[in-house]
């Protein structure tokens, strides 16, 4: 194993990105968690920058980071939310999770250092990001529209809960 500039990026850009996850799920304001998934996404964001994966990197900060994570604050800041804080009534729950968060790690390690790889790589030249967008908006702009549709449909229905939920 060769560490070099890359190598550390990787790692400190996988260290975020689980990091950000592990906050995710200890959180407990909704709102710091909204952020922490924004930090995970923008982190994963830049892995994809590291394969050589421009496109899907500012996709994922356009969709993922920015759209999603905002979408969320949207929602989380337009309906009313208690913030319920009390004592675990179940003392065993963190150490089963520990060990059901363990095994499921050994259980993927595992199962990638046993994977056969192959060597057979895909022509670059053919996958370009003028293709994708040739494919994405030519044959597939109906499914296209449709995912843009059900997102301003979810974010209007947030709106119109919130204030249902507003009057007395």
Partial sequence: MQINGEFIAFF?????????AVLLM???RVVHMALALAFTLLSIAGIYLLLNAEFLAV?????????????????????RHRDQEGD????WHNLLSFLGVGSFLGIVIHTI????LTEITAEVGTFS???LGEAVFKQYVIPFEAVSVLLLIALVGAVILARKESKP
Avoid: K
């Fill in 26 to 28: 200890n959180l407990v």
């Fill in 12 to 20: 400190v850009l996988s260290i975020f990105a689980i990091g950000g």
């Fill in 113 to 116: 250092y046993n994977a056969p």
């Fill in 88 to 91: 675990s009534v179940r003392p």
């Fill in 59 to 79: 996709v994922q900060v356009l969709i993922y980071t920015g759209g999603v994570s905002i979408l969320m604050l949207f929602g989380i800041m337009l309906t």
């Fill in 129 to 131: 990001t003028a293709w």
